[in-house]
């Protein structure tokens, strides 16, 4: 097995850098994003004037912006817990997510065995913010306390959050901790714990508007300038950062297609043991030997590495034994490689650092750019001679390559205590080769789980495609639909191009999607057709096109014409509207679809067919075979044809109107009832025009349909008896799926079979849709999906008072818009097969943005008002109103907001469904026995975790 590990994933925040993109961008342009704070800064956030005034004072600090925003409820995390919570277990969980989702690995299924390996920095917020109150030990107890905040629940909550199901461990090596948790990842990769695996770390000193106290021959710089291999380098300078990349075994990778960044071809760890002059001080000897290792254990030669980011703590000290223990390994002689540290640029992250230095060296080996050493005037001596085989650089450049050898690159981190990690770095394989150019439009799907979130992700998509107008369209589509999770809140957009995928998402309408939709097919009947329906799912879907070729060869045996002609074609004879070329024309391609529909996941709760349609959904149910739907179709548009001439006419008013102007026009039938205000009339064409004018005279709106015979009629009476004697012949089979039927609006339920004669009957009696749709329409999570070219079905149910809420999607509404029904299907809550959607398409994942988190404010301050007791507490509830009404619910309810921190409880809410869990339920109710002088019995509330039902005990005794 080959020991290559790919990084297949990346996230992080920086100071001066949101994002990765960000953070690439400052250290290709040099820049030194540390920050020199002002004394109107440092005054505000609490540094006393005197220490202001010291000797020795640099106000300079590598800062994180908004460290105390955090979306708890995308975690399902109650908001006080969040309040209580190290910060930087918040800052890894939130960029452990968007590590999954921008290489596409967290989506809808189990994530399964991935591993968590991750560390932090001291906890500054414990001591400054939490345990600065003494009433949150009273109120929240030291077991919540200890759990939000102790570095052993790290890794473990990233785990449980996530639902990753490999090792989780946190590491602590001081500075080299997220190289080390880099390390061991691969140890457990290659071992086989894990087949994903999370590594990477995050720092966060507070107050972060505060510098530091200079010490002579200290680590820290006096000047605030931290200049890595500079000849007048003096020290480093604090920051703060959160980094984390997702590592699979290369193989794994490749096969599954990820987006690979890069390879890890080895990596080494050691101790420096007490081989240096303290314990502090950093060790030669361990330098080299974790170097050595490193190399040796990938068989890779020093020599063919091109970028090496060191640890570069910018002390005398520090350069010089890293630069001498790097010459020992590096020999003189080949290229020379560039060397780096990203401290010059954002300062020590301490535990996060050697994150930091890895993912920089990862976007160097991605963008094939060497990036500068920022800060430095002068290297170091031994830099300057011409036997090193090391340079710097002070601009970027391009990375040249080497013939016969890949790009490397190593990173090196090394720990306050003596822990040394050296990683070696490949470039990426190449990338496969380029997909086609799509052929038509693409379908890109959105999702967030709130509204808010849903039009931010939308913004950030149009930006990201904007200026990525060479982003393969289907690649961007594919790693939206088949490799990111789906949230609740929705939309769906059909493009051609970036461009137009940019400008379709700024006014694309949002939807909620529902739980467990129920979706109903319906298949409009003669009237909905097009010349050419059939053309594009033909050339997108195999599986559609077999079903259409299987079809059109059994018609073409029937009629001697190939549908094929009609449903492709441009049909410039017009003959898809001859009724007996309409009718099976228009089946075959309802059924196709529906067909479809099912092959790409669509499970039918019920179907409905208007007149012909009826037909396609008696096949999809499992009543007809196709090739007893397409002959008696056959048979029914021949009879049809046959027929005396009639016509029809759409009447826009209520049935009891209609009915009023048929006086004494005996002679006319109702054809249609398709909505309160929408009937259809046919008959003889001398009544039907007399009735056309005593409507124009009373000014009630109507319309003639194209339709030269007067279907649903008395005038089908001879072609009904015709064709029952030709369905009499048909075997009668039981329904797989419920079908409404639209004679009667009755259900045939699955395993129910159809009344002897039904064809007949349905030939000559009116189409009653509404009545079919009011069967179904009291269904909550109701879809009506319109399974054929047009929008009249979906038009006129909208009309219909009791359908009238309920979601609908027109399947095709345009002859080359399949896609956008699809779309709009999801949207809705309909689960789809996106590699069916995709029909055997090449696509390779795409870098996108990742889910938007919320902007909510977790942070107990540092000075804290004077907090209630819980005594305090349960008085005011006495004087709520609602303790007013019921004094036990009021102190139960005022009791859950403070220990859940949600302010919306109700008497029956769940505590579990607040995000509450069984310790803090214990805790809750221990705190009730106190409050209301009574026991509660935790077993009888295992179906019901109410206040209301704990208010009930407290009252029983």
Not at 147 to 162: C, V
Not at 382 to 400: H, I, K, M
């Amino acid at each position: 097995m080959s020991q290559e590990i790919a990084v297949v994933g990346m996230a992080g925040r920086f100071p001066g850098a949101a994002d990765l993109d960000e953070y690439w961008s400052n250290l290709v342009a040099g820049r030194i994003s540390v920050s020199r704070l002002d004394r109107a800064e440092l005054l505000a956030a609490g540094v006393p004037a005197e220490r202001l005034d010291e000797p020795g004072y640099v106000p300079v600090r590598g800062t994180l912006a908004d460290p105390e925003l955090f979306d708890s409820a995308f975690f399902g995390i109650p908001p006080r817990e969040a309040d209580l919570m190290d910060p930087q277990h918040r800052l890894l969980l939130q960029t452990a997510w968007q590590a999954l989702e921008s290489g596409g690995l967290i989506t809808d299924a189990p994530p399964g065995r991935v591993g968590v390996f991750a560390g932090t920095g001291y906890n500054y917020y414990l001591q400054q913010h939490v345990l600065a109150d003494p009433a949150v030990l009273e109120t929240d107890g030291l077991l919540s306390v200890v759990l939000a905040n102790e570095k052993d629940h790290l890794a473990t909550r990233i785990a449980y959050r996530l639902g990753l199901g490999g090792p989780a461990i946190t590491v602590q090596s001081a500075c080299s901790t997220s190289l080390t948790a880099v390390h061991l990842a691969c140890q457990s990769l290659r071992t086989g714990d894990c087949d994903l695996a999370l590594a990477g770390g995050a720092y966060l000193a507070l107050p972060q508007q505060s510098g530091y106290q200079y010490e002579p021959k200290g680590i820290m710089s006096p000047d605030g300038s931290c200049r890595p291999f500079d000849a007048g380098a003096n020290g480093t300078v604090p920051g703060s950062g959160v980094g984390v990349v997702a590592l699979k075994r290369a193989e794994d990778a490749r096969r599954d297609g990820d987006l690979i960044h890069a390879l890890i071809s080895g990596s080494a760890i050691n101790n420096d043991g007490a081989a240096k002059v303290g314990y502090t001080a950093p060790g030669v000897a361990g330098q080299v030997d974790v170097l050595a290792r490193a190399y040796a254990g990938a068989g890779v030669d020093p020599a063919t590495v091109g970028y090496l980011e060191a640890h570069g703590t910018a002390t005398e000290v520090g350069d010089a034994i890293e630069l001498a223990a790097l010459q020992e390994v590096f020999k003189a002689g080949g290229a020379r490689c560039s060397l780096g540290s990203v401290k010059a640029n954002i300062g020590h992250l301490s535990a996060a650092a050697g994150v930091a230095g890895l993912i920089k060296a990862v976007l160097a080996l991605r963008t094939r750019q060497l990036p500068p050493l920022a800060g430095v005037s002068q290297p170091r001596a031994e830099l300057l001679d011409p036997a090193s085989p090391f340079t710097v650089d002070t601009v970027a450049r391009d990375w040249p390559a080497v013939p016969g050898t890949p790009r490397r690159a190593a990173v090196s981190s090394f720990g306050l205590g003596g822990t040394n990690v050296h990683v070696i770095l490949t470039e990426a394989p190449p990338a496969a080769a380029p997909a086609p150019p799509a052929e038509g439009p693409e379908l890109l799907v959105l999702s967030a789980r709130g509204d808010d979130a849903l039009r931010t992700a939308a913004e950030r998509l149009a930006a990201h495609l904007d200026a990525r107008p060479e982003l393969p369209l289907r690649d961007a589509a594919a790693t939206g639909r088949e490799h990111r999770r789906h949230f609740p809140h929705r939309l769906a957009v059909v493009a051609e191009d970036p461009a137009s995928a940019a400008r379709a998402l700024a006014v694309a309408p949002r939807r909620t999607a529902l739980r467990r939709p129920e979706v109903v097919l319906l298949f409009p009947g003669q009237g909905a057709e097009a010349p050419g329906m059939a053309a594009w799912p033909y050339r997108r879907f195999p599986g559609f096109a077999a079903d259409l070729d299987r079809g059109a060869d059994h018609v073409h045996g029937l009629l001697g014409v190939d549908l094929r002609d009609l449903l492709l074609g441009s049909d410039p004879d017009g003959l898809v509207h001859r009724t007996d070329l309409t009718q099976p024309a228009l089946v075959l391609h309802e059924y196709a679809l529906g067909r479809l529909l099912l092959s790409l996941g669509v499970k039918p709760a019920a179907l409905i067919g208007h007149s012909v349609g009826e037909f396609a959904a008696a096949a999809l149910a499992g009543e007809l075979t196709p090739e007893e739907m397409l002959r008696l179709v056959v048979e029914r548009g021949a009879l049809m044809q046959r027929a005396p001439e009639g016509r029809m006419l759409v009447v826009l008013s209520d049935e009891a109107t209609v009915r009023r102007h048929l006086a004494d026009l005996d002679e006319l039938d109702l054809a249609s009832l398709n909505a309160p205000e929408v009937v259809v009339v046919s008959g003889p064409v001398a009544p039907i025009d007399r009735l056309r004018e005593r409507l124009e005279a009373d000014g009630v709106p109507h319309r003639p349909l194209p339709a030269r015979r007067a279907f649903h009629s008395r005038m089908m009476a001879d072609a009904a008896t015709a064709l029952g004697t030709v369905a009499a012949g048909v075997p009668a089979r039981p329904a797989t799926v419920p079908v409404v039927s639209s004679v009667d609006g009755g259900l045939l339920p699955v395993g129910g079979v159809r009344r002897a004669g039904y064809w007949a009957e349905q030939l000559r009696s009116p189409v009653r849709y509404q009545a079919a749709v009011e069967a179904v329409a009291d269904r909550a999570r109701l879809v009506l999906v319109e399974v054929g070219p047009g929008t009249g079905l979906i038009g006129s149910a909208r009309q219909i008072p009791a359908a009238r809420h309920t979601a609908m999607v027109a399947l095709q509404p345009r002859r080359a818009d399949l896609l956008g029904g699809l779309g709009q299907l999801w949207a809705h809550g309909v689960d789809l097969d996106w590699p069916a959607v995709r029909a055997g398409a090449p696509a390779h994942r795409a870098a996108l943005p990742t889910h938007p988190f919320a902007a909510t404010r977790h942070w107990l301050d540092a000075s804290p008002s004077p907090s209630p007791s819980p005594s305090a507490a349960a008085a005011a509830a006495v004087a709520s109103p609602v303790a007013s009404v019921d004094a036990p619910l009021g102190r139960v309810l005022d009791i859950w907001r403070t220990l859940l921190g949600v302010p919306d409880i109700g008497a029956d809410s769940d505590f579990f469904a607040l995000g509450g869990e069984s310790l803090l339920f214990i805790r809750m109710i221990s705190q009730v026995q106190r409050a209301l002088a009574t026991p509660i019995d935790i077993a009888a509330l295992a179906g019901s975790p109410t206040p209301r039902a704990i208010a009930a005990q407290a009252v029983a005794g």
